[in-house]
């Protein structure tokens, strides 16, 4: 059985950071597109970023582009998103995803078989 765990949402003011982690059991993301999506009440689902498992190619979304960062770790069968200088507008349930390799580069939602249950992220002061 596949399972997709996101942690590390919460609370912080505007400007600041926080990391968030997507762990998997069932699959190894090497063979896998792992993508962060985000969602608020009311509107669809957006493509946050993306990382290839097997070449780390990474795509970002406009909204994030030289915000946030996007890694993998091998070993811990982990991603991960480093997201800096954080906005009231990335206020969001975030959400991690898998795809088979031939998606690599995707951020559409229809392209993702595997998703986490997800965690709030609140950008306010």
């Known amino acids: 059985q596949v399972k997709l765990v996101e942690s590390g949402g919460g609370l912080v003011q505007p400007g600041g950071s926080l990391r968030l982690s997507c762990a998997a059991s069932g699959i190894r993301f090497d063979y896998y597109v792992v993508s962060w999506f985000r969602q608020v009440p009311g509107k669809d689902r957006e493509g946050v970023s993306c990382i290839s498992g097997s070449d780390g190619t990474t795509v970002y979304g406009d909204s994030v582009k030289g915000r946030f960062t996007i890694s993998k770790d091998r070993a811990k069968n982990t991603v991960s998103l480093q997201m800096n200088s954080l906005k009231p507008e990335d206020t969001a349930i975030y959400y991690c995803?898998?795809?088979?390799?031939?998606?690599?580069?995707?951020?559409?939602?229809?392209?993702?078989?595997?998703w986490g249950q997800g965690t709030q992220v609140t950008v306010s002061s």
């Open positions: 995803a898998a795809a088979p390799l031939f998606y690599t580069g995707s951020l559409k939602v229809d392209d993702y078989g595997y």
